[in-house]
């Protein structure tokens, strides 16, 4: 039972224009939620996180969406730029009451020059 | 930088042998967590640790153990290491504000 989920494995953005990465969950008892990038050969590097109690959360280029009633969030990347090529996870924690993370299957975004 | 490093880096051994991967961190977190990444499966953590010798199951402990002896080393033993279990394996630690940060991972290939 996959309890975050990623549906799209992968996206291509032109440069300059928005990246929309996508995210579901099926637990509600889920109260903390992040995204994370991730380069070929090299560990997960956080990017930002959103607590339940908000529906958005910015850093920068980076802004998170949660939309509770339909168990989504979204990442956005504005402008795109080539670096940003990687695949992005989505995690959530918080259910059962433990400090456990579930992650999502990840997103390949390419970001074309 | 979380102060993380994990070793070794890269190991391949046998069938039927133990491995043992270590993490180091440098900065006292109480919470410790090991992962393995696999294609298809993105990121299932194994076990993880909530403080000296305070250990919880994952959703793919079987064939694992871990132990924590004190706060900066989390150590992952595979007893008898099988080809399913061919994978790279992230340690990670969990910050006061819920944030996670990655070591570099350790690729292990059991042949």
């Known amino acids: 039972d996959q309890q975050v989920k990623q549906n799209s494995p992968s996206l291509s953005v032109q440069e300059g224009r928005i990246s929309i990465l996508n995210c579901d969950y099926t637990?509600?008892?889920?109260?903390?939620f992040l995204w994370y990038k991730k380069y070929p050969a090299e560990g997960p590097t956080f990017l930002i996180s959103?607590?339940?109690?908000?529906d958005k959360n910015e850093d920068g280029r980076f802004t998170v969406f949660l939309n509770k009633s339909a168990k989504h969030l979204s990442l956005h990347i504005v402008p795109s730029q080539p670096g940003d090529s990687a695949v992005y996870f989505c995690?959530?924690?918080?259910?059962?009451?433990?400090?456990?993370?579930?992650f999502g299957t990840g997103t390949r975004l390419k970001v074309l020059a | 930088d979380a102060g993380i490093t994990q070793s070794p880096r890269h190991k391949v051994t046998e069938t039927g042998t133990p491995v043992t991967l270590r993490c180091h961190q440098t900065?006292?977190?109480?919470?410790m967590y090991w992962y393995r990444q696999d294609p298809g499966h993105g990121l299932r953590l194994i076990h993880y640790?909530?403080?000296?010798?305070?250990?919880d199951k994952g959703e793919v402990s079987d064939g694992y153990s871990v132990s924590r002896s004190k706060t900066e080393d989390f150590l992952l033993t595979l007893e008898s290491a099988t080809s399913s279990q061919t994978s790279v394996y992230f340690c990670?630690?969990?910050?006061?504000?819920?944030?996670?940060?990655f070591g570099p991972g350790t690729r292990l290939t059991v042949t």
């Open positions: 637990n509600s008892m889920f109260d903390y």
């Open positions: 995690a959530a924690s918080g259910a059962s009451g433990t400090y456990k993370y579930i």
């Open positions: 900065e006292n977190h109480r919470y």
């Open positions: 959103i607590s339940s109690i908000k």
């Open positions: 990670a630690i969990r910050t006061g504000e819920g944030e996670q940060y």
């Open positions: 640790s909530y403080g000296v010798k305070d250990t």
